[in-house]
C-alpha cells in the first residue's frame, strides 16, 4: 500500500469519524430540547428533531429576553426565522458575514438565558464552555432534559 493510500484511507475515517460525532450531537441536543419542551407542554414537542424548526422550540422554552438594552419577544418566532436567513444569505460576501455573526450573538443570548432558566448562576461558565467548545452545547441541553426551571425563575429583566 503506497503513501498516497494511507492519506487517503486516514482521511476518509477522519470524516467517517467526524460525521459519527456531529450525529451523535445531534442527537443529544434534540432528545434535550425534546424533553424540555414536553416537560414545559409546549405544543409539537418533535419540531426539536427538525432542523431550523428546533429553533421554535429554544425560543418557545427562552420566552423573551432582553439583549443590550432591547428587549426581544417572540423569541420562537426570531430564532428560526434568524436560522432560516443565515442558511440562505450566509453565503454572500459582507452581508452574510455580518448576517451570521448577529445570529450568533442572539442564539448565545438564547442558550445563556435557557441556561440561567434551569441552571441559575452556572449560567454564564455554561455558556463560555459551549462557545470555546461547541461539542458542549448539545451535551448541556441533554443533560436539561429532564430539568426543572428554577423556582421563581423570571427570564425578564436580565441583562447580558
Request: charged letters at 15%; zero cysteines.
Given at each position: 500500500?503506497?503513501?498516497?493510500?494511507l492519506?487517503?484511507g486516514?482521511?476518509l475515517?477522519?470524516?467517517f469519524l467526524?460525521?459519527v460525532?456531529?450525529i451523535v450531537?445531534?442527537?443529544l441536543?434534540?432528545?434535550?430540547?425534546?424533553?424540555?419542551a414536553?416537560?414545559a407542554?409546549i405544543?409539537n414537542?418533535w419540531?426539536?428533531?427538525?432542523?431550523?424548526?428546533?429553533?421554535?422550540?429554544?425560543g418557545k422554552?427562552?420566552g423573551?429576553?432582553?439583549?443590550?438594552?432591547?428587549?426581544?419577544?417572540?423569541?420562537?418566532?426570531?430564532?428560526?426565522?434568524?436560522?432560516?436567513a443565515?442558511?440562505?444569505l450566509?453565503?454572500i460576501?459582507?452581508?452574510?458575514?455580518?448576517?451570521?455573526l448577529?445570529?450568533?450573538?442572539?442564539t448565545?443570548a438564547?442558550f445563556y438565558y435557557l441556561?440561567?432558566?434551569?441552571r441559575?448562576?452556572?449560567?454564564?461558565?455554561?455558556l463560555i464552555?459551549?462557545?470555546?467548545?461547541?461539542?458542549?452545547?448539545?451535551?448541556?441541553?441533554?443533560t436539561?432534559?429532564?430539568?426543572d426551571p428554577?423556582?421563581?425563575?423570571?427570564?425578564?429583566?436580565?441583562?447580558?
Amino acid at each position: 500500500m503506497g503513501r498516497w493510500e494511507l492519506i487517503l484511507g486516514a482521511g476518509l475515517f477522519f470524516i467517517f469519524l467526524l460525521f459519527v460525532v456531529l450525529i451523535v450531537l445531534y442527537v443529544l441536543k434534540s432528545i434535550g430540547l425534546y424533553g424540555m419542551a414536553q416537560k414545559a407542554g409546549i405544543e409539537n414537542p418533535w419540531l426539536a428533531w427538525v432542523p431550523v424548526a428546533d429553533m421554535y422550540i429554544m425560543g418557545k422554552l427562552v420566552g423573551k429576553i432582553n439583549l443590550f438594552n432591547q428587549e426581544i419577544d417572540k423569541m420562537e418566532i426570531i430564532l428560526p426565522a434568524g436560522s432560516a436567513a443565515v442558511l440562505v444569505l450566509g453565503g454572500i460576501p459582507v452581508i452574510g458575514t455580518l448576517l451570521s455573526l448577529a445570529y450568533a450573538v442572539l442564539t448565545f443570548a438564547a442558550f445563556y438565558y435557557l441556561f440561567k432558566k434551569y441552571r441559575g448562576e452556572k449560567a454564564g461558565g455554561m455558556l463560555i464552555l459551549s462557545i470555546i467548545f461547541i461539542f458542549m452545547g448539545p451535551i448541556f441541553l441533554f443533560t436539561l432534559r429532564d430539568a426543572d426551571p428554577i423556582e421563581g425563575f423570571n427570564n425578564y429583566p436580565m441583562d447580558m
